[in-house]
DNA sequence: ACTATATTCTAATATTCGTTAGAATATTAT
DNA sequence: ATAATATTCTAACGAATATTAGAATATAGT
């Protein structure tokens, strides 16, 4: 009995401890991060808002978790998602964080639905529209991430240029925008800004970690990208 | 730039409390156990091999990250999971762990594959297997975990039970015998027993945790079972 | 070889977590 | 009421975590 015990002890120390690897903000940050594109240290560091060595120490951690890797690459350390299944899991935390918490709940919708900024059609709904020039899908965040993995049909405006490239879009049709997922400000910050300049703009709050973990299940190629 | 920081902050803090909710050994397990069906703390301190204070302790953690609620009956206090996505992010963890620890999957193997004891078949053919009659399929698990929610068409014969119950098995058909799931080990004893008196025995590594999640899932009813 | 840059390692701190023991609470049975 | 049982709360302590600062390492460019 103490054998079987010893054994199921280590079998969910392990499940223990490959959670325990995201379990912390801004490990969680980190990795939604490096969904959207492989990122040096340096560039984790001032997205997540934290210093270098705090962002190396945590990056230690979830590369013994194995669940990031990394290639020096001249002189910057290179680091990735091991697998589509880690942004699954990432997928997964925030689904169920959001139902199982109000307060999260409250500040999301504090943030978008206040101002009915966002769109209610689904995945591929959204996808057939932007395929069929119903709506004009842009990508809002940095070009890099757009270059490393974006939805198909989408126009890359970082919103860096997005005050400059207004007439790349058209005004009497919607125009919806994305970013790096639900908790990323960028695509709510276009959509009030569009409409303020006149445009029929909403905001898609999926980003790349959801789609990465809906491709890997689905096992179709739904968004392109190189590198 | 600060207020948006701390909004993420506070948002990825949110995901990350619930994560830490699970992040811990004895947890995960007592989050399987529940899987199983609704469970008292001193069913649960026993089964998981702690003390119940220790056990109150974590099931403590666990109602406040909202994984789990309990009500009292009687003199007892009854926990139960809070929704089927708890079981999904448990599947989840095992699976990203099997994927990405190496010692995980060997012992693992271990356990089972050095007898080839597993059947590969999937989920969908075995229940169409069984349905047809052309193997059998029995739960070992406790009759009350049985009575809370099984496969269609399994037979409850509990470990204990076992040995006396063998002539309800056939010799010529293969039998599987499926348990609380991977890590738990009454399936292989089981199946260990039944090769020994010469049945054509093989182990279903999935249990209710797997079930619950593919059902909510699939949004369809995959298994029985009252209460 | 020398310098600058990017990153990691080491050490130190405050904080949180896991565990155990003892006291306190709530319910049921008498 | 009183006793018995199941569970939770409080306190305590060692172990693990998050964070910061300073030293060390590795690469690229001169």
Redesign the pocket.
């Known amino acids: 009995m103490t054998l079987r015990r010893a054994l199921k002890d280590m079998l969910y120390e392990q499940v223990g401890s490959l959670v325990?690897g995201m379990?912390?903000a801004?490990?969680l940050e980190l990795v939604e991060l490096l969904c959207q594109a492989p990122k040096?240290?340096?560039t984790l560091?001032s997205e997540a808002g934290?210093?270098?060595?705090?962002?190396?120490?945590?990056?230690?951690?979830l590369r013994l978790a194995h669940l990031v890797e990394?290639d020096?690459q001249?002189?910057?350390?290179?680091y990735r998602i091991t697998c589509p299944e880690v942004a699954g899991f990432l997928v997964m935390a925030r689904g169920l964080a959001r139902n199982r918490s109000f307060e999260l709940r409250h500040a999301l919708q504090e943030i978008t639905a206040s101002a009915a900024l966002w769109t209610a059609a689904d995945d591929q709904t959204l996808l057939n529209q932007a395929k069929r020039g119903e709506i004009t899908l842009i990508d809002v965040r940095p070009a890099n991430e757009f270059a490393a993995r974006h939805l198909p049909y989408a126009l890359s405006i970082p919103m860096m240029e997005l005050s400059a490239r207004l007439a790349e879009l058209p005004l009497g049709k919607p125009v919806v925008a994305y970013c790096r997922g639900p908790f990323c400000s960028f695509s709510v910050e276009a959509v009030r800004f569009l409409r303020d300049k006149g445009f029929d703009a909403f905001q898609w709050p999926a980003g790349a970690a959801d789609w990465i973990s809906a491709d890997h299940e689905s096992e179709s190629a739904l968004f392109g990208g190189a590198a």
């Open positions: 325990k379990a912390n801004k490990r040096s240290v340096e560091a934290i210093s270098i060595k705090l962002a190396s120490a945590h990056l230690k951690e990394a020096r001249g002189r910057q350390m290179i």
